[in-house]
């Protein structure tokens, strides 16, 4: 019995293993296309799948150059930080008082409906407007970005942490209150540490969306400040410059997805985690 | 009491107002243009229902919504059955779990633009050539070039990166699923086939549910994927409706008109939401 088991195991792990192909493939490909020199591209199969023939770092330096690399990987991580920040302190707030009171005002009851129904909302739908709306304020810039996340996660936000609110005795406030604590003290002392897991699952949704957004930026930068430009849509910008030379177009994709390889390297369980938490909760 | 109310009144202040103003207020204007002949710029004058009415007229529209709709179905149950069989696959009893669940995961977090990319090249030079070698005359061409076949590649790229996803979803549902449950089953006979649909399946509906309105709704929405693969060609064959409303809305003068699709295309996806969360809530079982 037992060695029928074991048997079993091998073959699925080996049926895994083989499957893999389909997930490193395009990967592999990325990181030799990057390192081979245009003369190193031949056509046929062979020459195409092979490995360089001297691995070459001079694609990433033109990549760098062309894209202002440093810079778009700037602004991608000031909006990914600003949303994230943003979006934990702000949606948590509101979700905080939203959760206390809608049992029993209609007034939270109403503004939790309206904030979930945002939900149904495709961000097409609001594109149009939006950009004129904003090149209009002044906002199309790194600063308008981040504003922009924090409202468009607020429906999906609302739900997780009113959700987790839950689970959160009154009882704890109710003691922090007769020790003589304000309204912000309690959320700010008693109730927002509490809802630390829920911040990290709210901040690695935010902040894989944000990093890997293209459509935001896209359209509301469309207009004004090019110096925004974020990483992502860096590679759509610049496009026509990197024509046909594919090995400096595969440098800048390698280094534009470097960051959050890293990061998923190092943070892998909480990505994992956090990403199933935000689903299914 | 009252005062307390007062307090978490004003803690939800900013929130409703940055909603209202970057929402709520879009939404509202989004719905005048769509009654107007707005061309983004300039003046503009009211034209009544006219652009709904065109709309439907639209060849270029409706072939949107045809492809979009095509798109989002075969890709949902194509990603839903290999996610499913990639769950089982990973939570049962195999070697170095969780460095295949780590490594099944990882497409998920690269950005889809850039994956359109990648993929973009693997379709017009590897898979041709490959084709060539095996002697497959309709592989030796990119899919991509070809109006009838590119949609498929826009799928397999969509897949790829949501199947990570989606496998992650079921195998939290299966670990719901308690061991007791098998033991049970076995002794009435469950195996094989008839475990997985008779058992597994129905305690693990809710997150088919979660997963069949989530692929939906996110593929209908599906843009970065489709700019970097086939940028809606060849011969706008794979536009989808974001990607019509982005292209005709902003640098094609229809700014009126595509808001106007824009107020349609929402109203399919909340007729889409809602019904299948009701379709689908009917059949899980609760344990």
Redesign the interface.
Known sequence: MRTK?EK???W??L??AV??V??????Y??IV?AFKNPSDMT???AG??SLPKEWSFHNFIEAIETTNFFHTLWNSFVITAGAVIGVIF??S??A???G??MAK?K??KG?YL??IC?M???????????????SIMGLDNRFGLI??Y???N?PINTLLYTGYLKNIPIALEEAAYVDGAN??TV?WKVIFPMMKPMHATVAIMTA?ST??D??MP??IL?GGDESSTTL?LA??LFQSTFGTN?NV??AS?LL??LP??IF?LFA?KA??NG??NG??K | MKK??R???L??L???A??F???T???I??LM?SVTNFK?FGSYDFVGLSNYIELFKDERVLNSYVFTFKFAIVCTIVVNILSMC?AL??N?????KGF????????????????G???N??FT??VP??GK?VGNETLSVSILGNTSLAWIGVVIVVA?QSIA?NT??YI?GLQTVPEDVYEAGAIDGATGWKRFWKLTFPLIAP?FT?NMV?CMRNF??V??QI??LTNGGPAQSTES??ML??KA??TADQ?GY??AN??I??VV??LI?LFQMKVLNKREVQL
Do not use: C
């Open positions: 088991k079993k195991n091998i699925m792990t049926l895994l499957g893999l389909t997930i490193l493939f395009p990967l490909m990325t296309i056509t046929n199969i195409l799948l702000l949606n707030i509101a905080y008082a939203i206390r009171n005002s007034y939270f503004i309206y904030f945002g149904f909302v495709p961000f097409s739908m609001l594109m149009l407007p939006l950009v004129k709306e904003v504003l922009l924090i409202v468009f607020m309204h912000w959320f894989l990093w890997n293209v459509m896209l359209v469309s992502p590679q759509l594919y177009a595969f994709y534009a997805l959050i390889l998923y892998q990505i994992i990403v199933t689903a299914v | 307390q109310k307090i978490h009144i803690f939800t900013p929130m409703v940055l909603f103003t970057f929402h207020f879009p939404l204007r989004g243009y983004g990639l696959l990973l049962s009893k195999i070697k170095a295949f669940r780590g490594m099944y995961f990882l497409p998920n977090i690269l950005g889809g633009l850039i994956v990319y990648i993929f090249y693997i030079f590897i050539e490959f070698m790829w996803f992650i979803i939290s997150f979660i989530l209908l929405m843009f970065d700019m970097s409706i974001s409303i982005y809305g902003m700014f595509q808001s824009s107020v295309y929402f996806i909340v939401s």
